[in-house]
Every structure is written in C-alpha cells, then in structure tokens.
C-alpha cells in the first residue's frame, strides 16, 4: 500500500476490445476492471482508456488485432499521458503506434504488453508481434513456455512470465445443485473439439457444449446440448455452477489458449478434466486440483471422465482444491501484486 504522502503514480491501462459494451449493471454482471481496482488499492492511480468506436477509430468493429490500433487514442498517449509511470497494453497492438513514435516525441513512460499474441500463423499479426517485441520495455506472458520460447527465439530479457488471474469474488462456488451434465466452454482454435467429440459424445452422458465451433446434431447425439447465444455472465456463471464435470481439450500451443475457462473453472469449484496443453501448463497440477490427459488423447480424456463421474470422493476432493488454489494464486489482488512488482522490476532494469 502507498504511505502517507507518497507520490501517486500513474499506470495508462489499455484494453484490447471495446469494454463499454461489455461493462453493465446489475446483478447479473461482475466488475470487468478488477485489475485496475486492485492496483489502485495498492497505490496506483489507473487511467483506464477504452478502445473508441467510429469516427474516432477508423478500425472500429474489425478484430482487436485492428481496433486496438486505435490512432485517436494512440495519440491521446502520446500527447497527454507523458507524465504517466507506464502505459500498460492488453495484446500488443494497443502500443502499435505509441512504440512507432516515441522515441521521435520523446515519450519516456514505460510501454508493457500484458499477454501478447502468438508470433506465427498470422502474417499481419506476426510482423505486429515482432515490431512490439522490439521494442516494449517489458512483455509478461501468461505461459511460462511462451515467455521462454519468446525470448529465445528473440534474444530479448524483456519477456517474463506473469500467472493469469479470474475473478474470485465473481466466479465461485454458489447455492445452486450440480446436475449430471459435463460442461464444455470455448471459440477459440485453442479448442479441440474432435478429441472432446471421439473421447466423451457416445458415452451416454449429458454434454452442454457453450460454442459456437459444433453445430448440434440430436439425430446423432440427443444427450449433446450446444448453446451458441451469447449469455450474461450471471447466466454463464450458472451453467459453471450446475455442471458435473468441465471438460476442457485443447490443442498443444505456446500461447495460453482456454486459460479463461480453465480459471473461471477452477475458482468456481469444479472438477476438471484438461489437455496438457503447454499453453496452460503452469496452471495444472494432477490429481490436486484437476485432472490432466495428454492433448489429442481420447482414450486419456473419456477415462478421466469416467472416473470422476463414478468416483464422488475423488470429485469433491478437486472441487475443493481447486477453488482453494485459485483463492490462494489466482484472485485480481494477486495479480495485482505481481504486476506491480513486475512493472517495477521492468523500470529498474
């Protein structure tokens, strides 16, 4: 905490989607800007800075790759931000501009990149990714396996690792009964929905499915519910608290893909079946807080179902952990903390 009459330090927090249209009152939404109230609760001042809509942003409503570039608000930095302590960028393209003109304008605040982007796969996004990569003062990464592969690969001291965070206060364990249903959550290619779909669709359990990636098929599988509308988070947290199981099959990558529903999981109580996917791996301890199956493996993933379905001590036992872990490593003050200290460090050097 900052002591009395200590200087109040500013931290330019940029996200990399619009946030005003996800921010909302009422009981069925949570606090989307967590992180920033913990880091004011540790003496930071944050100056939170949403991604403008048009005409302000002419990338408004193209991927965040675009939108995020956002020059009216780059500008906005680079002009009346220079007293700030850092600039603190969700994904690297929120930087873009402010890391292409500051050593021209003189603009001396740190520049941080808080979980960036893979570096291959995406032509456009792969020179962005480098171009930052360059030239941020520091880049954490969610994966400690990207955070090493990044640096290598770059010759860079500027990547570090720093764990993710969920928001424990929102996302927890609540009233409502579990039913026999085992939950699956995700849209991004970090899924693996054909090893989910061989390892658990002709069990004769009850799968709901929150994606948009799998077209339901009753004909086939009457047990397999998909659910494609875009649900509230009060409604989102509920289908976390009703289900048996979260069963969560990833490709193998570097970059954290599935860590949201990994972490809204665990901090929910629930037992868990996952991938081994490097991505996630710091997060994942066998047989304490989750169970863990090697990536493309259905054989692996419809056993570990299967025995968390029949055995209910082994179910409670990582339901407890889990919520215990993320209580204890994955809450927004710990982040907070972390990320505190990491800036520092980054300003130091």
């Known amino acids: 905490m900052r002591k009395s009459g200590e200087k109040c330090e500013t931290i330019v927090m940029l996200p990399s989607n619009r946030q005003h249209d996800l921010i909302g009152t009422g009981p069925q939404f949570h606090k989307r800007l967590g992180v920033a109230e913990a880091l004011e609760k540790l003496g930071w001042r944050v100056d939170f800075m949403d991604v403008n809509e048009w005409p302000r942003n002419p990338f408004a409503g193209k991927p965040s790759l675009y939108s995020s570039i956002d020059p009216w608000r780059a500008m906005r930095i680079l002009f009346g931000k220079r007293r700030a302590f850092a600039v603190l960028s969700y994904y690297q393209s929120g930087v873009l501009l402010v890391l292409a003109l500051r050593r021209l304008l003189g603009f001396k605040p740190l520049v941080v990149i808080v979980d960036i982007a893979q570096d291959e796969g995406w032509r456009v996004r792969t020179r962005i990714v480098r171009f930052c990569l360059a030239r941020a003062d520091a880049v ?14 770059y010759r860079t001291d500027a990547v570090r690792f720093l764990p993710q965070q969920t928001d424990t206060d929102f996302y927890c364990p609540g009233p409502e009964p579990e039913e026999d249903f085992v939950l699956s959550v995700g849209t991004d290619i970090s899924r693996d929905y054909g090893t989910l779909k061989e390892a658990i669709f002709g069990l004769g359990l009850p799968i709901v499915l929150k994606t948009t990636l799998v077209a339901e098929d009753r004909e086939r599988f009457p047990l397999v519910t998909v659910v494609r509308e ?7 947290r509920l289908l976390y608290r009703r289900a048996r199981i979260v069963a969560i099959a990833l490709h193998d990558m570097l970059h954290p893909g599935g860590i949201t529903t990994l972490l809204e999981s665990l901090a929910c109580g629930k037992a868990v079946v996952v991938s081994d996917s490097r991505g996630v791996r710091d997060y994942l301890h066998h047989e304490e807080n989750c169970l863990v199956v090697p990536s493309g493996d259905a054989g692996a993933m419809r056993e570990a179902v299967l025995r968390l379905m029949k055995d209910d001590a082994l179910r409670t036992r990582l339901a407890r952990n889990a919520r215990a872990y993320a209580e204890e490593q994955l809450s927004q003050i710990h982040h907070a903390e972390r990320l505190a200290v990491a800036i520092r460090a980054a300003a130091a050097a």
């Open 230 to 236: 875009r649900l509230n988070d009060a409604a989102f």
């Open 140 to 153: 954490f990464a969610f994966a400690s396996a990207q955070a090493e592969y990044l640096s290598r690969k």
